[in-house]
């Protein structure tokens, strides 16, 4: 099977600004990929050379097994893109734009109807997009993105300047997109996001992409220690630090913390000795990983 | 239910888009109504007034007209009788006159001012026209014959030209100008802001589509505006269209073109969308001042008209006024024609050179 998208050595420059680094990346067919890192970190420009909009300074993009630039019109319908902006046309209603994306992809109106109810906005409908919430814009913005039902769905940061409420109702739409088969590549600057929605996430900063792997092995990779928080009067801290694989315990404000890289030993040990209650495991998170990579905390 | 093609969609989109912005319609069309009504109602009879004359003393020409001459006179003068030459010229001079009338022997002396130069063109050609006239009718009284050659006296205007034929063509010009220079400078960054353009670039259309789209409509709404002129000045204003005035619509398919690609300009070679509009006003609003859409060019200095010959909304006027309004026949606007077409080609070059797909 072609691989999705096919990225060998791509460099982007702006004047002297590299915006992209020698980013090299395949996507397979029906997977659900992220692209993570903080603003300016060169998602934006990686996402739109890959699009086919921007001409790839060095490097090579091919997308479904064509390349990608100079425009290539057979792609063209089989790609579904939302741009980092809300690209609507003025004063038209919610209804006016899925009709008028329909009419340039060829696609029968009724579908476009379909896809305004499959994005809730049905009582948005007669709603003039400068009228409309950023969550109901941004869900305007992904169903027209997939109007035409293409095979390989580009969205960029879907879920940036919504509250937290809205951020998580469009996360139940984004995780269903590719149920299908169909293949998705999303770039966030939220970590959790990322290890929600994604099968895969690169983490990219400053042009380049560190590392792209599943959250989980991205995290296992990690090797962090777990943090164990045992409810305060379960445990002593010095019967704490004589369990075996605790490499360290400290009293916090919630309890006694035990730091192991065996949290299923102490677990265990804990749950022999019934002092369960109330335990809280923390492993490591995308956060750890991106401070493990870059040496420094992650600022979206 | 199938979808309109990509062309219809897009050109309906674009339509709704404008018809929607109170303020590009009322730019569009009530602005340069507002003119029209102004120019065309209030000043309308501004021509037929007559001109003021002093009569300092006797003045045996005017005095002895006959009585068929006498009435021709009238109609063009209001005439005031006074003896105090100096007061007679002093009125003149603060405007409250247009002429002051002497005779010194022979001679027919008439003191006026250049302020208001249509009365002091028509008070100069009336006032030669009647010597020439009492002259002619001396000979031949002289001679016992009747004289071989009459004089009528005729306004020195164009005779047809009441003030709405003058200044529908042009105020037309300048509201098409407007227009398409605005619709085009806002559309492009508009939609450079909002990323349309780039999804309509990753959408399975051609540019010529796109194009041909925001083409159509700017075009529709020129043929709107010319409807809406012709029909509120005829129904309003006694406007009369000669012959060849269907010419008037390929003229302002042409004319769209060329400001659309001014537009194009404006909205490539600035980055905001006010900035654009702004950029679009700065070009549109002197070009019509030079162009005369607002006033008639011909009393002014040959250099401002040297100037006015470069600027096409000046010969989108010109051509016009002769196929609406002066009964020029339909080749007259060829010419014009062509130069719009080539300023629009140029212009549309020019703002391709400079065109950016992001603002940044
Ligand atoms: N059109 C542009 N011109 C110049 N610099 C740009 C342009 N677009 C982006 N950049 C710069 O390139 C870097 C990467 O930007 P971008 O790809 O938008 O990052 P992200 O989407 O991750 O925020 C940033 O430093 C940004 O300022
Ligand atoms: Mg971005």
Same mark, same amino acid.
């Given at each position: 099977?072609?691989?999705?998208?096919?990225? &060998?050595?791509?460099?982007?420059?702006?004047?002297?600004?590299?915006? +992209?680094? /020698?980013? *090299?990346?395949?996507?397979? #067919?029906?997977?659900?990929?992220?692209?993570?890192?903080?603003?300016?970190?060169?998602?934006?420009?990686?996402?739109?050379?890959?699009?086919?909009?921007?001409?790839?300074?060095?490097?090579?993009?091919?997308?479904?097994?064509?390349?990608?630039?100079?425009?290539?019109?057979?792609?063209?319908?089989?790609?579904?893109?939302?741009?980092?902006?809300?690209?609507?046309?003025?004063?038209?209603?919610?209804?006016?734009?899925?009709?008028?994306?329909?009419?340039?992809?060829?696609?029968?109106?009724?579908?476009?109807?379909?896809?305004? &109810?499959?994005?809730?906005?049905?009582?948005?409908?007669?709603?003039? +997009?400068? /009228?409309? *919430?950023?969550?109901?814009? #941004?869900?305007?913005?992904?169903?027209?993105?997939?109007?035409?039902?293409?095979?390989?769905?580009?969205?960029?940061?879907?879920?940036?300047?919504?509250?937290?409420?809205?951020?998580?109702?469009?996360?139940?739409?984004?995780?269903g997109l590719n149920d299908s088969g169909r293949t998705v590549v999303l770039t966030t600057h939220y970590m959790d996001e990322a290890e929600v929605l994604c099968d895969r996430v690169a983490i990219m900063d400053s042009g380049r992409i560190l590392q792209f792997d599943s959250p989980s092995a991205l995290i296992r990779r990690l090797d962090a220690p777990a943090r164990i928080t045992v409810a305060p009067g379960q445990l002593q801290l010095d019967e704490a630090r004589r369990i075996d694989g605790v490499d360290e315990a400290a009293e916090g404000s919630d309890g006694v913390v035990l730091v192991t890289r065996q949290p299923t030993v102490v677990v265990s040990r804990l749950a022999e000795t019934d002092q369960l209650d109330g335990v809280r495991v923390q492993t490591g998170t995308l956060e750890d990983v991106f401070l493990d990579l870059t040496g420094r905390e992650y600022r979206a | 239910m199938t979808s309109p093609s990509a062309f219809t969609a897009l050109s309906l989109a674009i339509l709704k888009g404008f018809v929607r912005d109170k303020t590009s319609v009322f730019f569009a069309v009530i602005f340069p109504l507002m003119f029209l009504v102004l120019f065309g109602g209030l000043f309308s009879d501004q021509d037929q007034s007559k001109v003021e004359l002093i009569q300092v003393g006797g003045v045996a020409l005017v005095d002895g007209l006959p009585d068929d001459a006498r009435e021709a006179f009238d109609e063009t003068f209001e005439v005031e009788r006074s003896d105090d030459l100096d007061a007679a010229i002093a009125e003149v001079r603060k405007g409250d006159a247009d002429v002051a009338l002497e005779q010194q022997g022979d001679q027919l002396v008439a003191h006026y001012t250049q302020t208001e130069q249509v009365k002091a063109a028509i008070t100069q050609g009336a006032l030669r026209a009647f010597v020439d006239g009492a002259n002619v009718a001396q000979l031949s009284a002289e001679s016992g014959q009747p004289p071989t050659f009459t004089l009528e006296t005729e306004r020195v205007e164009d005779e047809s030209l009441t003030t709405i034929q003058f200044v529908t063509p042009g105020l037309l010009g300048w509201a098409v100008a407007m227009s398409a220079a605005f619709g085009a400078a806002a559309t492009l960054q508009g939609w450079r802001q909002s990323k349309l353009l780039r999804r309509l670039q990753l959408a399975p259309v051609s540019t010529r589509t796109v194009v041909g789209a925001r083409v159509t409509v700017t075009v529709a709404i020129a043929l709107a505006q010319l409807a809406i002129f012709i029909g509120l000045g005829a129904a309003a204003f006694g406007l009369t269209l000669t012959g060849s005035w269907w010419m008037s619509i390929p003229l302002l398919v042409v004319g769209t073109l060329c400001f659309m690609a001014l537009g194009l300009l404006a909205g490539a070679v600035t980055t905001t969308v006010e900035g654009a509009v702004n950029a679009a006003n700065f070009v549109v609003l002197p070009m019509a001042f030079l162009s005369g859409s607002f006033f008639p060019l011909d009393a002014t200095p040959g250099w401002l008209q040297a100037i006015s010959n470069a600027l096409p909304l000046k010969h989108l006027n010109e051509a016009m006024m002769d196929v609406m309004v002066r009964g020029e026949g339909p080749s007259s606007a060829l010419v014009p024609m062509g130069i719009l077409a080539a300023f629009a080609l140029v212009v549309t070059l020019v703002a391709a050179r400079l065109f950016r797909w992001e603002t940044s």
């Open positions: 099977m072609t691989r999705a998208i096919e990225v &060998e050595n791509l460099t982007m420059t702006y004047g002297t600004l590299r915006a +992209v680094d /020698d980013v *090299s990346l395949s996507v397979e #067919q029906g997977e659900f990929v992220g692209i993570l890192g903080p603003n300016g970190a060169g998602k934006t420009t990686t996402l739109e050379t890959i699009e086919g909009l921007r001409r790839p300074d060095r490097g090579s993009v091919t997308v479904l097994g064509q390349p990608v630039w100079p425009r290539n019109a057979g792609l063209l319908p089989r790609i579904g893109v939302q741009l980092q902006a809300s690209s609507f046309f003025e004063r038209l209603t919610a209804r006016e734009q899925m009709h008028t994306f329909a009419a340039l992809y060829g696609v029968r109106t009724s579908v476009a109807d379909d896809w305004l &109810e499959r994005v809730g906005l049905v009582d948005k409908a007669d709603t003039r +997009v400068e /009228d409309l *919430s950023g969550g109901q814009t #941004q869900r305007l913005s992904i169903a027209s993105a997939l109007v035409h039902d293409p095979e390989l769905v580009f969205l960029d940061e879907p879920t940036a300047a919504l509250d937290p409420q809205a951020r998580r109702n469009l996360w139940d739409l984004l995780s | -």
